[in-house]
């Protein structure tokens, strides 16, 4: 069997009539009757369709636990079908724990974090751990944000100010200069 012209073909009649339970009757053969390194070949293509890769990818977790990249992938397939924070979270924690260096494994940790002071101190460790990850300052800025208008928190505020202008020096892109230096003039306005 080729494992990636059959995914291949079992995705295109999905496309083609949506039918997910033939889709999901005809993923679940194919992962079966395929290696670990297989599926993960064949999945690549259709890596953005989490109702292909999330079913896919089960096996692979099974085959290998330890894997931090399998394990992301899967947990990025069940956070786009809307599986849910406790799921997605606990993957992400077993990915942290399989390689402390994966960034895709703490960015989902953090963002499965329901309470947003506890989000914005989670994006804060990323920052931490990877400081020239500018999408997770981002995310930090933007969750600090976001917890200091719903809770009127002065710190929360500076903390999304200041992460903001730390992310001035690097862009180059104007829509994105104009829309940093936005947000910051909107947060100075702020008055809590």
């Keep these: 069997m080729d494992c990636r012209s059959e995914i291949a073909t079992a995705v295109a009649r999905y496309q083609a009539h949506a039918d997910m339970a033939q889709l999901l009757t005809r993923l679940q053969a194919i992962a079966q009757s395929a290696t670990p390194e297989e599926i993960i070949e ?26 931090a990249r399998a394990l992301v992938v899967l947990a990025n397939a069940y956070w786009l079908a809307g599986r849910g924070p406790d799921v997605v979270g606990e993957l992400a924690s077993r990915a942290i724990a399989a390689d402390p260096g994966h960034r895709g494994a703490w960015h989902l940790w953090a963002l499965t974090e329901s309470s947003p002071r506890e989000r914005v101190a989670r994006w804060r460790q990323v920052c931490e751990r990877f400081p020239a990850d500018e999408l997770a300052r981002v995310l930090l800025a933007d969750n600090a944000a976001s917890l200091a208008g719903a809770e009127h928190d002065e710190e929360a505020l500076a903390l999304a100010i200041t992460t903001y202008e730390s992310l001035l020096p690097n862009t180059t892109m104007p829509v994105q200069r104009q829309a940093l230096e936005t947000a910051i003039g909107t947060l100075r306005g702020w008055r809590l």
């Design 42 to 67: 064949g999945a690549e293509p259709f890596l953005e369709m989490p109702e292909v890769v999330g079913p896919l990818y089960e096996h692979v977790v099974i085959a290998r636990p330890s894997d």
